[in-house]
């Protein structure tokens, strides 16, 4: 018996299930896992002298206002990718003329067929739905009912240049864009540099060859392939890079109390617990502003974090407890790292086999640990950097995802065949040529400068400031007014934040005004430092 022809809103319905049904999901400790190896990335290494710099006092309630601030914001992101999810799809007709109107050239995502058969819209990687003429036609015709709950399920990832896209005025779109490329840019450059520079100054050199190089090549060839694949493909050394995490801060903590110790036999009577952590210097906040937004920026990565989600309500929750882990995480660690190295005279640390004296606290931290009598421990410390090898992929992976989702559209359409979306799979010809393109020039520019600290201190305090602030206040706000708009005012977004009352808006738009203010005003002062003076 023969079938009758597909309905167009049957076809995206089938569409929709196929994707969904096809999508690697992710449970939440898993998520929790990306989610702590993300922000244990290079925080234990600088974080530690920031506090040193600033005081406890100071950074500890820093380090909580940026916590509750990135939390806002990211609760921001969640409810933009659900509210855009069900705008896409009860009008996805309206996304396929944003695109191109964008593209100035006919949508790559609009079919040509007179009667749609169902094509997968989505699969691991960045996928739009895909419609005939005919079907934009009806639906763009057509009022939809509110939309159920079903429909805010976060079932297509959109990057953060994807929603800004389809939400915010093209300069701001591009802003976006030139923001992310930017930021993570400098990320995984500082990740090539610290694991490189870690391993090659053990080493040494190797006759007349600079070891770094070989170092960064052997990295590269190491962090590469695991950027063709999506998130899920790293889980398995994302949980062996959680343990040794781990390890690494119970050694930092174990090490740092042998050291108070020491210190407290030398001094005697005149030893305080207390008086390392009085210290308050509200000039050396820049120490702690670029820190701190390296140490909780997800918000880059979100979309990939929580589409295979399941259940996606548990998102909030699991971003909520791993920032809280981590907050109280780095108060010990900062803590005990001021009682034990803070004002100490001797300003260099020595490796040496022999038992050596404890050092002032040093700007990379893992450098405070030549003195630890268990050499093993000093050295495990000592390669911590190494550890980035697992942050690397991730970041790769967003911009890569971001990267596919500006330039493709734009491409000539040649050699249509390429144009396989539904077989979009980590060794297509775009996901090889777009991951090369992601990760080529961070290795590069480590290739040819080994100081990119002042570069990357930069773009946390003003790319990194825009991307974890002032993107996702626009995107809610006008996912909001979409939804208000196409649904009426009465509509309910399963996934909103709890923090939607407007006056939460205000507060982080305060906080944007007076970060930038205060980023401006410390750049024009010579001398001025931002993570790590030299």
């Not at 944003?98 to 079919?111: E, I, M």
């Not at 694949?229 to 343990?243: A, D, E, K, P, Y």
């Not at 140490?295 to 259940?311: D, G, K, W």
Request: hydrophobic residues 50%.
């Amino acid at each position: 018996m023969e079938n009758g022809p597909i309905s167009p809103l049957m076809s995206i319905l089938i569409n929709a299930r196929r994707a969904y049904l096809s999508t690697d999901h992710c449970p939440p400790w898993l998520l929790f896992v990306f989610v702590i190896n993300m922000v244990f990335g290079t925080g234990p290494l600088t974080l530690p002298f920031a506090f040193g710099e600033a005081g406890f006092i100071l950074g500890s309630l820093w380090m909580l206002v940026i916590m509750l601030l990135a939390f806002i914001t990211t609760t921001y992101q969640v409810e933009t990718c659900a509210a855009v999810n069900a705008l896409r799809r009860s009008f996805p007709a309206d996304f396929i003329a944003n695109y191109r109107k964008q593209a100035k050239r006919p949508s790559l995502y609009l079919g040509k067929a007179s009667v749609p058969q169902p094509q997968p819209v989505e699969s691991d990687e960045d996928e739009e739905i895909q419609v005939s003429t005919e079907t934009s036609v009806l639906l763009t015709n057509t009022s939809p009912a509110k939309p159920i709950k079903a429909d805010f399920e976060i079932r297509e990832r959109l990057e953060v240049g994807t929603l800004a896209e389809a939400l915010l005025p093209s300069w701001l779109s591009k802003l976006t864009h030139g923001c992310l490329i930017l930021y993570m840019f400098g990320c995984l450059a500082i990740f090539a540099v610290s694991a490189s520079e870690a391993v090659s100054d053990d080493i040494g050199s190797i006759g007349s060859l600079d070891s770094y190089y070989l170092c960064l090549g052997v990295f590269a060839m190491i962090v590469i392939p695991m950027s063709f694949g999506n998130f899920q493909n790293t889980q398995h050394i994302q949980l062996i890079v959680v343990v040794l995490r781990g390890l690494t801060f119970c050694f930092m903590l174990i090490a740092s109390a042998h050291a108070i110790f020491i210190r407290q036999t030398a001094e005697g009577d005149s030893f305080s617990f207390v008086s390392p952590l009085t210290t308050f210097d509200v000039s050396k906040t820049p120490y702690l502003l670029g820190n701190s937004i390296f140490v909780f920026m997800i918000h880059h990565s979100v979309a990939s974090l929580i589409t295979p989600l399941r259940p996606h309500r548990e998102a909030n929750r699991i971003v909520y407890t791993a920032y809280s882990v981590s907050l109280v995480a780095y108060i010990v660690l900062c803590g005990t790292a001021l009682v034990a190295f803070h004002g100490l005279s001797n300003t260099k640390c020595q490796d040496s086999d022999a038992a050596a004296a404890p050092c002032a606290l040093q700007k990379l931290y893992n450098l405070n640990f030549f003195f630890f009598e268990w050499k093993w421990i000093a050295r495990f410390l000592y390669f911590y950097p190494v550890l980035t090898v697992a942050t690397f992929p991730l970041i790769s992976i967003t911009l890569r995802n971001n990267l596919r989702q500006l330039l493709l559209p734009s491409l000539p359409r040649s050699f249509p065949q390429f144009y396989s979306y539904s077989k979009n799979t980590e060794w297509d010809p775009f996901n090889i040529a777009f991951t090369f393109l992601a990760v080529t020039p961070p290795l590069l520019l480590a290739f040819l400068n080994r100081d990119v600290q002042q570069i990357v201190s930069l773009t946390g305090a003003f790319a990194g400031l825009f991307i974890m602030f002032v993107v996702p206040c626009c995107l809610v706000v006008q996912a909001r007014a979409q939804l208000a708009k196409k649904f009426g005012k009465s509509v309910k977004n399963p996934f909103h934040s709890p923090f939607r009352h407007r006056n939460w808006l205000y507060l982080v738009a305060a906080w944007i005004l007076f970060s930038l203010a205060f980023n401006i005003w410390k750049i024009s002062v010579p001398g001025s430092c931002w993570v790590m003076c030299n």
